[in-house]
Structure formats: structure tokens, C-alpha cells
């Protein structure tokens, strides 16, 4: 079975451009949550989704969004890119949201913007 | 005061050796414990969950003391592929919405 697959798993923005990411979770999962991981930092929580809906949002700027779609993909959207956005932007699929749902990281997106 | 707060590293270990990892959390509220495992430039992995009894499994034990608001990890008889960064993390509420909240990592160097 196919885990949770992001993409593009690299790429590279100009500062003030823009940005999609994609994940696809776990067949089955209906949470998708948004890490970013700055280069020697634990991931920072972003976004969740549950059903459709934004169940929980981290300390981010209004320039990071995100949705998801009925098939519950989900896609993160970065606008006005700063130099301080290159990250691993890592997905996470779990089956439901709450304790005891087991949550599975896709292997991430690198971004780097200079 | 940071969430999630690890010792620092990284530690150097020969093969065989034990090894502790230490943790904190400030969030009372939190409902779930985890150790992650992180090769480099991959994503993270979930070792083990951490419960108040602490658990087993294997070379790796996990223990939970929810008085202190401390994590622990022990690692015996040290391996080459146990080289990795290890991850303490916290879970969110236990209705609406659950999140994780990550330390900063502790780096593990195991040698021949």
C-alpha cells in the first residue's frame, strides 16, 4: 500500500514568489496535517485538516494556507516567499484526528528560496 | 519556556553502549507521548509511543512520568544503525483536534 506521497520533493523559489505543495495521504486517512522543519529545528505544526475542514492552525503568517479536497488531498499554499520559508514542508496523514490515531509523515517537500 | 525541550547533543556512543534521552513537556493538558526517529534529510518516524507505565520494546525503553512533565528514552547495547536524530513529541487535546509538538531533537553517534 502506498503511504502518504508528497510532491514536488524539490524545488527551488525566488523570494516573493509563490508556492504549492501536495500530499496525498494513506489510503482510507481523512486528517492531513502541514509540519515545516527549518534545518536543525524539530517540525513546527502549520495545519490541520479533518473532512474537509481546518481543524487546527500553528503560529504561521496569514501568507501560509492550505486546503483540502474530497478525495482529502490537501495542498499548502506559501505566498510572498522569505528567505526564512526554506524548510522540509513534511504531510502527515493519520485516519481520524485525537489520541490514539497514529500519525505517518510522507518524506517531504524541500524548499529552498534565495 | 520552549514545549518540548530535549537535551542537547549530540552524543557520541561506541557500539554497545546505553544511552538516555531526556525530555520535558509544558503543556499539562497533553494526552499523548511519542519518540520519533529521524534519519537525515528524511522524514521523521515514529519509534514508540510512550505510556505512564512505561514500555518495552525491545533495546528501547520508554517512560512516562506525568507529575514531572518528563519523557525518557533508553537505549541499550547500541547499534551503528541506531545513528539518527531522536524526536520527543507531544499530542495535542484529546477531542477536536490533535497536534504534534516536537523537541528539538537529540543526535545520536554510534561508533565501532
Known amino acids: 500500500d502506498a503511504g502518504v506521497t508528497q510532491s514536488p520533493t524539490h524545488l527551488i523559489k525566488t523570494r516573493g514568489q509563490h508556492v504549492t505543495l501536495r500530499c496525498s495521504p494513506i489510503s482510507g486517512h481523512k486528517s492531513v496535517s502541514w509540519y515545516q522543519q527549518v534545518l536543525g529545528q524539530g517540525p513546527q505544526f502549520i495545519f490541520q485538516?479533518?473532512?474537509?475542514?481546518?481543524?487546527g492552525r500553528g503560529n504561521f503568517p496569514d501568507r501560509f494556507s492550505a486546503r483540502q479536497f474530497p478525495n482529502y488531498s490537501s495542498e499548502l499554499n506559501v505566498n510572498a516567499l522569505l528567505l526564512g520559508d526554506s524548510a522540509l514542508y513534511l504531510c502527515?496523514?493519520?485516519?481520524?484526528?485525537?489520541?490514539?490515531?497514529?500519525?505517518?509523515f510522507g518524506e517531504g517537500s524541500w524548499l529552498t528560496v534565495v | 519556556r520552549k514545549e518540548v525541550e530535549q537535551d542537547p547533543g549530540p552524543f557520541n556512543v561506541p557500539e554497545g553502549a546505553t544511552v538516555a534521552f531526556n525530555c520535558t513537556y509544558s503543556n499539562s493538558a497533553s494526552q499523548s507521548f511519542f519518540w520519533y526517529r529521524q534519519d537525515c534529510r528524511k522524514e521523521p518516524k515514529l519509534l514508540m509511543s510512550?505510556?505512564?507505565s512505561g514500555n518495552e520494546d525491545g533495546r528501547f525503553t520508554a517512560q512516562l512520568n506525568r507529575a514531572s512533565q518528563y519523557i525518557s528514552l533508553l537505549i541499550r547495547d547500541s547499534k551503528l544503525s541506531d545513528s539518527a536524530t531522536y524526536l520527543c513529541v507531544v499530542g495535542g487535546p484529546p477531542s477536536g483536534y490533535s497536534t504534534l509538538t516536537f523537541g528539538k531533537g537529540t543526535m545520536l553517534l554510534v561508533s565501532p
Open positions: 502527515a496523514s493519520s485516519l481520524a484526528t485525537g489520541v490514539g490515531n497514529t500519525i505517518y
Open positions: 485538516y479533518y473532512e474537509k475542514e481546518e481543524r
Open positions: 510512550v505510556y505512564s
